[in-house]
């Protein structure tokens, strides 16, 4: 059964750097099978994909974060990151990673499995 | 205001069926069948429903059903029950740069 988990900090200030990671249990990232995503909600709002990477390395983001955001992967450690610099209040929001299964050609297929998701406020 | 759009806003008696709409483009649930829907009930996770449109994953009761016609796919809920209770989302891959865009959700609420 893989679960995902996400953890870092709860609270960033303005202009800084958010940092997370999600943690893969159950299962390797490394298998080459999925595409492992960012997904965020800001409070009472929907959904917003914010990039993917692939166990290669290969990523692709959302063009509307995609100057502030980097999304890395470390196989051995069976994780991959977020950061979203500069940040703002309207980064604030709930952010889950999920996973995809692999599809040619950067096709994104349905998010499968998610975390529990992990709140970060952006304030001073 | 989102890429998809879906009803604010559904409701249903225990027993009865539901259909919520999701109304897209030609470069997203019309041109592809990558269309996905996800129930999040609050402070949760959103969980996997429908992907491929119509596909249940295992464990999905089969009063979960997906459809699309055109630019627009649908989730329908039969039997209704009170832990249907919940917000829906559907989702599709795009082929503009976005990738993959979401509904603004539709809350289901069970009278």
């Known amino acids: 059964q893989v679960q995902l988990q996400e953890s870092g900090p709860g609270l960033v200030k303005p202009s800084q750097t958010l940092s997370l990671t999600c943690t893969v249990s159950?299962?390797?990232?490394?298998?080459?099978?999925?595409?492992w995503s960012w997904i965020r909600q800001p409070p009472g709002k929907g959904l917003e994909w914010i990039g993917y990477?692939?166990?290669?390395?290969?990523?692709y983001y959302n063009p509307s974060l995609k100057s502030r955001v980097t999304i890395s992967v470390d196989t051995s450690k069976n994780q991959f990151s977020l950061k979203l610099s500069s940040v703002t209040a309207a980064d604030t929001a709930v952010y889950y990673c999920?996973?995809?299964?692999?599809?040619?050609?950067?096709?994104?297929?349905?998010?499968?499995?998610w975390g529990q998701g992990t709140m970060v406020t952006v304030s001073s | 205001q989102s890429a998809l759009t879906q009803p604010a806003s559904v409701s249903g008696s225990p027993g009865q069926s539901i259909t919520i709409s999701c109304t897209g483009t030609s470069s997203d649930v019309g041109g592809y069948n990558y269309v996905s829907w996800y129930q999040q009930h609050p402070g949760k996770a959103p969980k996997l429903m429908i992907y491929e449109v119509s596909n249940r994953p295992s464990g999905v009761s089969n009063r979960f059903s997906g459809s699309k016609s055109g630019n627009t796919a649908s989730l329908t809920i039969s039997g209704l029950q009170a832990e249907d209770e919940a917000d829906y989302y559907c989702s599709s891959y795009t082929s503009s740069s976005t990738l993959e865009v979401f509904g603004g959700g539709t809350k289901l609420t069970v009278l």
């Open positions: 999920a996973r995809s299964k692999f599809v040619p050609a950067a096709i994104l297929d349905a998010f499968d499995i």
């Open positions: 159950g299962g390797s990232i490394s298998s080459g099978d999925y595409y």
């Open positions: 990477i692939y166990y290669s390395g290969s990523t």
